[in-house]
């Protein structure tokens, strides 16, 4: 089962680029990016996948403005072989420049929802540490991302108007990874294993001059299962960052700490605290502000009907659109989600996203079941 890109020399095991390593039915390589005002004017989520094994490609593209609701496209296909091809009807990608440069379009669709858009790189990309998390004795993530963070250009429409993307403002942060990552529809047979709770952060910052970035992997007693912090050089312009992959010039932190405060009777984040630890242990301590809330279902992650990796048919697409201010944030799928932020360290001030989702028992946040909010 043969590719364009079996003609690289870029192969991993003996077999065609078609054929994963391993046989795990939940293998997947995706492209995520997101894009925003640092004045929380708007904010916009892009997300494509394909999952080898299970036969399937989708994506989303989803926006929200203050005041407003959120808009969500969605589509849905059966994966192709040729693993160039980033289309899903009227959703498509095209990579300009390797890890400088890429486009995003959105056709005409029955959500109201198109787009035009430019991404392009201001940092080199930024490989995290290696995700590796257990479920019992199997792996129910084992993926290396890298990131990227850069600006945007292009115009984005909706039913409630029309944003004229800029790139002297709009901001943005490519995020890839591949691997394994447990999505789809649940496996049925064997014994009933109850998951273990889960707290996810995630803050890419923009400082002016250079980026800040960590992630947390939290179990239930908060104790660290990944855990990373880091600053590097943000480039005046793609042309200015240094030839070839990575600079070279990423200052990897000991380590980091995050703490949260959330709304009453929730698991959405009213402010968050983040530490960066040195190698000689000199601290940074960033407090982040919350502006504007993306719902991530709105990008498939968690989604009750346009979750990750699901089945939909040879062709599907579907939209639906909701106020994020009227939502149950102890639903299930609401749990997920990202905030633009405003970053302050004590003397300089920077803007970014705060990610998170904690699901299940949480002795940090006093959470004890798995889906109860925040008690005073």
Known sequence: MLN????????QTAEPIAHPATSDRNVYDRYWYNGYAPDGSYYFGIGMAVYPHRGIMDCA?????????????????????????LDVGPFRM????PMRKARVTLDDNESGITAELTFTARTAAI???????????????????????GRWQGTITHPEGTIKVDESVCHGTKDRSWGLRTVGERESGGAP??????????????????????????GPKGEPLVREGLEAPLYPSVDDIPAGVEDGRVDR??????????????????????DLINLDEGLRKISLEP???????????????????????ELATGHESFDTRQLDFQAPENLHTQQVVKATDGEKEGVGVLEQITVG????????????????
């Open 4 to 11: 364009k890109l079996d003609d690289f020399p870029i192969h």
């Open 61 to 85: 593209f989803s926006v929200v403005q203050p005041g407003m609701l959120q808009h969500c496209f969605y589509g849905s296909r059966r994966a192709p072989v040729e693993r160039t091809e």
């Open 94 to 97: 095209e990579i300009i420049e």
């Open 127 to 149: 490989e995290e540490a290696h995700q590796t998390l257990w479920s019992g004795t199997r792996r129910w993530m084992d993926a290396t991302r890298f990131d990227q963070f």
């Open 193 to 218: 294993n109850v998951p273990n709770g889960i707290c996810f952060v995630w803050a890419p910052l923009f400082w002016g001059d250079h980026v800040s970035h960590a992630i947390f992997f939290d």
């Open 253 to 274: 932190k000991l380590t980091a700490r995050h703490r949260l405060q959330y709304h009453e009777g929730t698991r959405l984040a009213r402010s968050a605290e983040i």
């Open 291 to 313: 502006k504007l809330t993306f719902m991530m279902k709105g990008l498939g992650y968690g989604h009750p009907d346009w979750k990750h990796g699901m089945w939909k048919g």
């Open 361 to 376: 028992p949480y002795e940090p946040a006093g959470f004890k079941d798995f889906f109860d909010g925040y008690k005073p």
